[in-house]
């Protein structure tokens, strides 16, 4: 039988067959040759009466996620609150470079548009809407901006991603009621607690299914530096107009992009975002020789 994997706690998955589950180990076979299961796996299942099984093999993967960890979604939801904790733009742009160097298509949700004033909103999403990004405004207490989002998670497999508190699993609920996902108290907020400690995958629609994922901030950018550029799809018109045909943006004379930001064509606050990306990955690949 196969089924694919919607939870992953220690050593018991959880896998999901046309509606019904079977709580499943893994063979020894898959650990001693380093296999590792992800929530989001197609794996095959030899079952054990009716509701236990164990997984022979994993399919191979179509994308992957180290951080959260999660195999074969098309969408990462990049969730960023508007206040606490503050908009990052800085975890955001780096979200960005991460899910599209592994394949996906990402959506921007700012949350908690209540506690700011829509020129806040606006400001911040302006330069991802230039980009070419879609970007959503959500606000939890009005449910203003859910059923935009609950239209863009249709027929997909999406996970949710961004820093503990931003309101992930608030968003899971409001887009799907009845999940009753736990998250965090008011009380608490940020203070940084992580409230979601797993990822679990959940049904949507017809054939979509969501992730909720725990929180982070720290995130490590998988890419080399001199490829960075692709994943900031800003910058590729202002750059046609860079002498060099390999411009980096950064030290180089008559560089389309810089010129951009001077005017205010481009925002500085992307351009920042890449130049501190950039110096990150050219010192890592320093250290590797
Ligand atoms: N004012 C306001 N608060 C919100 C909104 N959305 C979420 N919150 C609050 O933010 C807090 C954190 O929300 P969670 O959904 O638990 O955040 P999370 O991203 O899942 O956090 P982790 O699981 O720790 O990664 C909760 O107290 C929510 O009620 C919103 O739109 N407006
Ligand atoms: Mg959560
Ligand atoms: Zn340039």
Do not use: W
Not at 37 to 64: N, Q, S, Y
Not at 77 to 84: K, P, R
Not at 268 to 284: H, I, N, T, V, W
């Amino acid at each position: 039988m196969r089924g694919l994997v919607t939870k992953a706690l220690a050593n018991f998955f959880t896998v999901m067959e046309g509606g019904a589950v079977r709580q499943c180990r893994a063979r020894g076979v898959l650990k001693k040759k380093g296999i590792t299961i992800l929530v989001g796996d197609v794996v095959e299942v030899e079952p054990v009466g009716a509701t236990e099984g164990v997984i022979v093999e994993v399919l191979p993967r179509k994308t992957e996620l180290v951080r959260p960890p999660v195999a074969n979604v098309d969408q990462a939801v990049l969730v960023a609150s508007m206040a606490v904790p503050d908009f990052h733009p800085r975890l955001l742009d780096r979200m960005l470079v991460t899910v599209q160097a592994a394949g996906l298509r990402p959506l921007i949700v700012l949350t908690k548009t209540d506690l700011v004033t829509a020129e806040a909103v606006a400001q911040a999403m302006a330069p991802y809407a230039q980009a070419g990004y879609t970007v959503l405004p959500v606000c939890a207490q009005t449910g203003d901006g859910v059923d935009a989002v609950r239209a863009q998670l249709e027929n997909r497999i999406s996970v949710f991603a961004g820093a503990s508190g931003v309101g992930k699993s608030t968003l899971a609920n409001a887009v799907l009621p009845g999940l009753g996902l736990k998250m965090g108290e008011v009380s608490r907020l940020g203070r940084g607690r992580h409230t979601t400690r797993h990822v679990e995958l959940f049904p949507f629609g017809s054939s979509g299914f969501i992730a909720d994922a725990p929180g982070f901030s720290q995130l490590d950018l998988l890419v080399q530096s001199d490829e960075l550029r692709r994943y900031f799809p800003d910058f590729e018109v202002v750059a046609r107009h860079c002498e060099y045909r390999g411009c980096l943006h950064d030290e180089e004379q008559h560089c389309g992009v810089k010129e951009a930001v001077r005017e205010g064509r481009l925002s500085r606050s992307r351009y920042d975002s890449y130049l501190a990306f950039l110096r990150e990955l050219q010192e890592k690949e320093a250290n590797l020789y």
